[in-house]
T-cell receptor
Framework: EDQVTQSPEALRLQEGESSSLNCSYT??????LFWYRQDPGKGPEFLFT???AGEEKEKERLKATLTKKESFLHITAPKPEDSATYLCAVQAKNTGGFKTIFGAGTRLFVKA | DSGVTQTPKHLITATGQRVTLRCSPR?????VYWYQQSLDQGLQFLIQYYNGEERAKGNILERFSAQQFPDLHSELNLSSLELGDSALYFC???????????????FGPGTRLTVL
């Protein structure tokens, strides 16, 4: 069964304390892996797309990496405004098209 | 602002009723996706349309249906509503159908449905 698991469920950091979020997946026919940021009560905001193992993308304090079984979202020197839920999603082949499976997310809290 | 619009923002209704949620995709996007997000379930993919045709189905109940119109806006119809249908419903859009291009999804602000 296709599955996406994110860990940890919640992460509390001090401002400037770097860390990583994990997204492990088990899908057949992976087409792409996506990272989103979601603030409370709002729609997810697109961050990165990764298509193949070894690929890396960076944006400000965030860096996403991909292996054959998992992806990491590295946060360098986080600030309080980075507090949000970070969602990982994979697109996999499905009958007639493809399907998108989201992980449950990691809630990040950054304290000043 | 993602460019995806959803109406209404909030909807309060009673069990057994029927509601329609509306989504307008970003200009130029042909794919529309519907998701349900509840506290205990996370973000669940419901259904996807591409240029007016249904292309993928997720965990969508038979009481729910959707369509995409020629102008590419989409509607999600929820009928025989139950208390458990209370959730945030998101619409997302993307340019392409498959990977190989820019197929990241851009999400609207959501419709919060409360069933009493």
């Amino acid at each position: 069964e296709d599955q996406v698991t994110q860990s940890p469920e919640a992460l509390r950091l001090q401002e400037g304390e770097s860390s990583s979020l994990n997204c492990s997946y088990t899908v057949s026919g992976l087409r792409g892996l996506f990272w989103y940021r979601q603030d409370p009560g709002k729609g997810p905001e697109f961050l990165f797309t990764l298509y193949s193992a070894g690929e890396e993308k960076e944006k400000e304090r965030l860096k996403a990496t991909l292996t054959k079984k998992e992806s990491f979202l590295h946060i360098t020197a986080p600030k309080p405004e980075d507090s949000a839920t970070y969602l990982c999603a994979v697109q996999a082949k499905n009958t007639g098209g493809f399907k998108t499976i989201f992980g449950a997310g990691t809630r990040l809290f950054v304290k000043a | 602002d993602s460019g995806v619009t959803q109406t209404p923002k909030h909807l309060i209704t009673a069990t057994g009723q029927r509601v329609t949620l509306r989504c307008s995709p970003r200009s130029g996007d042909l794919s529309v996706y519907w998701y349900q997000q509840s506290l205990d379930q996370g973000l669940q993919f419901l259904i996807q349309y591409y240029n007016g045709e249904e292309r993928a189905k997720g965990n969508i109940l038979e009481r729910f249906s959707a369509q995409q119109f020629p102008d590419l806006h989409s509607e999600l119809n929820l009928s025989s509503l139950e208390l458990g249908d209370s959730a945030l419903y998101f619409c997302a859009s993307s340019v392409a159908l498959l990977a190989g291009g820019d197929n990241e999804q851009f999400f609207g602000p959501g419709t919060r449905l409360t069933v009493l």
